[in-house]
């Protein structure tokens, strides 16, 4: 199976948060809830010095996506081509999805009573355009595609890093 | 219900948000935005766009906005307003400023202005100018980019930020080493961040000067933790090391600069032990980021603020110029460019010389006779009136008594001492605001006037950056009766028979002059593309170039400021208030406060009433180190009551722990109120806005004004039961 994905380069997210509003603009999110969340970890003291990263949290869409498994309404599926998908229509809100996802994605929708989590904009994405936060975002740290095809490009960015490390460069 | 079948316009036009001005994409479906996004096409933001934009919807059919003109019904301040019809308010308006002018004079006649709008500000000035009234304040100017243009032109002859990403002069995509000092692009302009994080991406080391451990210098290589307002000495340090070592480029110093032997003499006044007591960064810091700057070229270089608002600022601004021209990096791929013009009259241009108001009227205006380089008929940018003269004038009626005081600002939030702003805006007879929504400083008009966004209006963009230009088109019927601010000044004008400085008679024959010189009109260009204008490098290599100081040269020795009676040369002062000028008032007052840091998603005062942007910065925060929180008793998320040495009161934010700034400092949000309070006409406007404790006295910058907003004394304790009112 394909496995579409949302891939983040940490190195050079700076946590603008436009990926959030982005969003919210996109899919008429309200306040209190939110398919992507940049959080912040530091300032904090690493190997001597001070230190800030920032991780945009969201639906992972697991190739094992425990909130399918968690769900007892058959509202959570996976299409082929790896998007996992809530069905707003079949979703009672009962949030059994939000208690096994490992990484705190899900929330309930207050106007909808239903669980809300990143669809990687398939409207947009199944139109070939990329979602909404990865067109905004002012460091283009996102990348949207096929996992396996984002990795080579990560693979080579990598390796660079690895060869500046050791050489010093 | 809105019918989905109807069809989706998508338009393009430039965005005014704030001053970025990116390229965006309006969806419209019947009449109605539905959607704004960043337009991949325009080469300024290439398709990104940042929170103040995205949620710009929220600001356009807010509930809370001015959507037609009222006057006020109650006490001035009470919040009771009346609608009233378009001519009724300006009948009233130009009634008030008829009387005013023919008992008082024009000079009689006030006008503030500031970022708020983003409209065209020519139509304002050259209506006060038809006016033959001076009484104009850009309530920044004493701090607010005026000071980088100055010590700019005193330095290299331009006047148009060869130092800042505002003149897209650093050009960071193409750089090897990028300094940021006194500013933090990652949470102000997102279009500079991306060539920022183009040029780390391409390997650029980069060195970020800043008290604070911002988003940005967590990306930084070197991070120069500079005590706040000793700018200056930190790049007389740099100078000295750099000259010392013989690491500048001497080619370069040797051809194109004046006034190399007095700056090193200068220079050797400020060894690196002595730079390192000063400003608290260490030695070795001091050492890495002078050799870093100096060596890796093409190096680029921006600052901001950080140091341009205290008593010291034009000299640390004018050292850091120094500091760029000794490394060489002038107009070099990659360095700091030398803007190429643009076919197009943009923004400070339109009071023509020939038409503006005489020097001896302008000199009538507050603070000109003390600062006559900065303010006045010799302003390298338009800065008519020193602020804190200005609004002393409001207050005490002298020189001039202010009867009628127009209004596009909200100076109330944005400028030092708020309670004597408010105070001096209360005693004009007359105040009319111009505005989106009721700010505090809107709270006390007479009457309110709705302003149009720039999806409502046409206007001629490009002013700040220095590669292309387009326009803004008007893509939606303005939300109620909103009104471009430049139509009612012109008809104004009609109602008091006065002639405009300008030939135009209307918003769209003016925007037609202003892109006369590319050869097009306002229609040929609304939708399309922007024009980019070619980049060019190393100009002063030309035959017979010179660059336009009196030596011809960039000058070190600026003889400028010379012929004005200034240190023709960088000098360090120690502010008035610190650690080592006052230690008696320091142990009563143990910290150093510094505030106004920008964040992202609110435009200065605006933004806290958008849903999508409060919800990503909810409450006013002081940084406090834990340290230091922790001999104090307070604790992550406690309220906590702020005094400062400058002046009485006290205003309460909340405390945020953060090892991101020194145990001796905090740093105080700025510009804070609460617009959801309804019931409370001023909106909550003392209690946590931290100018409310921030003084405007002297001593102030001898050049520019300035007055010390970095680095005055403060102390903080929590807010408990028994202090709790």
Redesign the interface.
């Known amino acids: 199976m394909i496995q579409k994905n949302l891939y983040v380069d940490l190195e ?1 997210c ?5 990926c ?3 969003c ?3 899919n008429n999110i309200p ?2 809830v939110k398919r992507i969340n940049v959080v912040t970890v ?4 690493a190997e001597g010095k ?5 991780v945009p949290m969201r639906c992972r869409h697991c190739a094992k996506a425990p909130c399918i498994d968690a769900c007892r309404e058959g509202a959570i599926s996976k299409r082929s081509d790896g998007i996992v998908l809530i069905n707003p229509e079949l979703c009672i809100g009962c949030m059994l999805c939000s208690e096994k996802c490992p990484f705190g994605a899900i929330q309930l929708n207050p106007e909808t009573q239903a669980a809300e989590m990143c669809n990687l904009c398939f409207h947009r994405t199944d139109a070939g355009l990329e979602p ?1 936060c990865v ?7 996102m990348y949207f595609g096929n996992i396996n095809d984002i990795m080579k490009i990560i693979r080579k960015k990598q390796s660079e890093r690895m060869l500046e490390k050791e050489t010093g460069l | 219900m809105e019918d989905k079948h109807i069809q989706i316009k998508v338009s393009r036009t430039i965005c005014g948000a704030c001053h970025c001005l990116c390229g965006v994409l309006v969806h419209v479906r019947n009449g109605h935005i539905i959607k704004i996004e960043g337009d991949p096409e325009h080469p300024q933001n290439e398709g990104i766009m940042c929170p103040r934009g995205l949620s710009y919807i929220q600001q356009i059919y807010h509930p809370d906005r001015i959507k037609y003109p009222m006057k006020r019904v109650g006490e001035r301040g009470s919040g009771k307003w009346e609608r009233i019809s378009w001519s009724e308010a300006l009948d009233t308006i130009a009634a008030k400023i008829r009387q005013a002018r023919e008992e008082y004079g024009p000079e009689s006649v006030g006008l503030m202005f500031c970022d708020g709008l983003r409209g065209n500000e020519n139509w304002q000035f050259s209506f006060m100018h038809a006016l033959e009234s001076p009484m104009i304040c850009g309530t920044d100017a004493h701090y607010c980019l005026r000071p980088q243009g100055n010590a700019d032109m005193a330095t290299f002859g331009l006047g148009n930020f060869i130092s800042h990403c505002e003149g897209n002069g650093p050009q960071f995509e193409h750089s090897k080493c990028i300094l940021i000092w006194g500013a933090n692009h990652f949470q102000t302009e997102l279009t500079a961040a991306r060539r920022i994080i183009k040029g780390l991406k391409n390997g650029a080391k980069l060195i970020v000067a800043d008290p604070r451990f911002t988003n940005l210098a967590a990306k930084a290589d070197i991070w120069l933790q500079v005590r706040p307002a000793t700018d200056t000495a930190l790049a007389l340090g740099m100078i000295n090391y750099i000259i010392k070592h013989e690491i500048y480029d001497k080619k370069f110093v040797e051809n194109y600069c004046f006034g190399f032997e007095q700056l090193k003499e200068r220079a050797e006044q400020f060894p690196l032990r002595k730079v390192s007591d000063i400003t608290w960064v260490p030695e070795e810091k001091i050492c890495q980021a002078a050799t870093m700057y100096a060596t890796l070229k093409p190096a680029s270089l921006d600052m901001f603020m950080g140091l341009s608002m205290h008593n010291n600022s034009m000299q640390a601004l004018r050292a850091v110029d120094c500091l760029m021209a000794l490394a060489g990096n002038i107009d070099i791929e990659g360095g700091n460019l030398i803007k190429t013009p643009k076919p197009v009259r943009m923004f400070h241009t339109s009071v023509e010389p020939a038409t503006r108001l005489s020097q001896e009227k302008m000199a009538k205006a507050p603070g000109v006779n003390l600062w006559p380089m900065f303010y006045g008929y010799n302003a390298t940018i338009d800065a008519n009136s020193h602020p804190p003269s200005f609004f002393d004038m409001l207050l005490t009626g002298k020189p001039y008594k202010i009867k009628v005081l127009l209004n596009a600002a909200d100076p109330v939030m944005g400028k030092q001492e708020s309670k004597k702003v408010r105070e001096a805006i209360k005693k004009a007879d007359f105040f009319v605001t111009f505005d989106f929504f009721i700010s505090p400083t809107a709270s006390l008009a007479d009457i309110l006037l709705p302003a149009a966004s720039y999806l409502e209006k046409d206007l001629v963009q490009g002013h700040a950056y220095v590669n292309h230009f387009g326009v803004t088109g008007k893509v939606i019927e303005p939300v109620g009766e909103c009104r471009d601010e430049a139509e009612v000044f012109i008809e104004l004008a009609e109602r008091l028979g006065i002639e405009f400085a300008l030939p135009m008679k209307s918003v769209k024959e003016f925007s037609d002059w202003q892109l006369k010189p590319s050869g097009k009109t306002f229609d040929e260009m609304r939708g399309e593309k922007v024009v980019s204008v070619p980049v060019s490098y190393k100009k002063y290599e030309e035959e017979g170039y010179r660059f336009p100081t009196p030596t011809g040269k960039i000058e070190l020795y600026s003889k400028r400021f010379e012929q004005y009676g200034y240190d023709p040369l960088p000098y360090y002062e120690e502010p008035p208030c610190s650690p080592y000028s006052t230690p008696e008032l320091f142990k009563k007052y143990p910290l150093i406060l510094i505030s106004g840091a920008r964040i992202l998603f609110f435009y200065h005062g605006a933004g806290r009433q958008i849903p999508w942007l409060r919800e990503l910065c909810p409450d006013p925060a002081i940084e406090i180190h834990p340290e230091t929180a922790e001999k104090l008793g307070i604790s992550d998320g406690d309220w906590v009551w702020i005094e400062t040495s400058q002046k009485e009161g006290r205003v309460k934010q909340k405390a945020e722990l953060t090892l991101g700034i020194h145990p001796n400092v905090v740093h105080a949000r700025s510009h804070w109120w609460f617009p959801e309070r309804k019931d409370d006409p001023e909106r909550g406007c003392m209690e946590s806005n931290i100018n409310a404790v921030m003084g405007s006295d002297p001593p102030y910058d001898p050049i520019s004004g300035s007055t010390v907003v970095r680095g005055c004394l403060c102390k903080i304790y929590k807010v408990e039961e028994d202090n709790r009112l």
Not at chain 1, 42 to 45: K, V
Not at chain 1, 135 to 141: F, I, N, R
Request: charged letters at 25%.
């Open positions: 050079y700076f946590g603008c948060r436009v959030e509003v982005a919210k603009q996109e306040v209190g530091g300032p904090r003291i001070l230190k800030t990263d920032f909404a067109h905004h975002c002012p460091a283009d740290c």
